[in-house]
């Protein structure tokens, strides 16, 4: 069966450059969700689309945007990257409000 | 605000029973999920409960009081593999799934 995926795995940046990862949801699936980790924290909430139009927002830096397309792929955008940026950014989607499936996560490294 | 509590790490024996408790006070409520995570891996669904009761699935129960703002997980005839991070995620919002801070366990010979 299809699963969500992400692209790239690894990314490593410079402080204040841009990274662009990339999620593509589950066919069919309604809703993506972002989620950023850092290391021995929970996935904390970054933002949500559903069909393709943002639909909730947690706690995103004004550096960070997101967008989905009409293919129903979505990317987040990081700009001005921080040291503290460095997580693990997971993207996961669902269908009517049923569980989430995640990715396999991109393990982003600022430098 | 969003608030989700659960215990930071807990400890069984293989073949024992453990129960992971949450409890949550959210602004909305669609359900309630819980996850798996291994270190280093993503979250996978292990349960669903959006009415108050128990929900069996396999090894792994999950039980729901709305009116408490009260869940548990519960695993039975633990295996090693068991060992990982249990996260409890209220569905706040029709499109807002939000994780609490996980209860790592670990299962010893």
């Known amino acids: 069966a299809a699963g969500v995926i992400q692209s790239p795995r690894h990314l490593i940046k410079e402080k204040r450059e841009t990274a662009t990862l990339k999620c593509y949801p589950i066919?069919?699936?309604?809703?993506v969700y972002w989620y950023q980790q850092g290391p021995g924290q929970d996935p904390q909430f970054l933002i949500s689309?559903?069909?393709?139009?943002?639909?909730d927002k947690g706690s995103i830096p004004d550096r960070f945007s997101a967008q989905q397309f009409s293919d129903y792929h979505s990317e987040l955008n990081m700009s001005s990257l921080e040291l503290g940026d460095s997580a693990l950014y997971f993207c996961?989607?669902?269908?009517?409000?049923?569980?989430?499936?995640f990715g396999q996560g991109t393990r982003l490294t600022v430098v | 605000g969003q608030n989700i509590d659960q215990p930071t790490e807990m400890t069984a024996t293989e073949g024992a029973i453990v129960q992971i408790n949450c409890t949550y006070q959210?602004?909305?409520?669609?359900?309630l999920f819980w996850y798996q995570q291994h270190a280093g891996e993503a979250p996978t669904f292990l349960s669903y409960n959006v009415l108050d009761g128990l929900e069996e699935k396999g090894r792994f129960s999950s039980f729901l009081s709305r009116s408490k703002g009260y869940s548990y997980l519960l695993l039975k005839e633990l295996q090693m593999k068991d060992s990982a991070s249990y996260l409890c995620a209220p569905l706040t919002g029709p499109d807002k799934l939000i994780f609490g801070t996980g209860t790592r366990l670990q299962v010893f010979p």
């Open positions: 689309f559903y069909e393709k139009m943002q639909s």
């Open positions: 959210t602004s909305g409520f669609n359900g």
């Open positions: 996961a989607s669902s269908s009517q409000g049923r569980e989430a499936f």
């Open positions: 066919p069919r699936h309604d809703t």
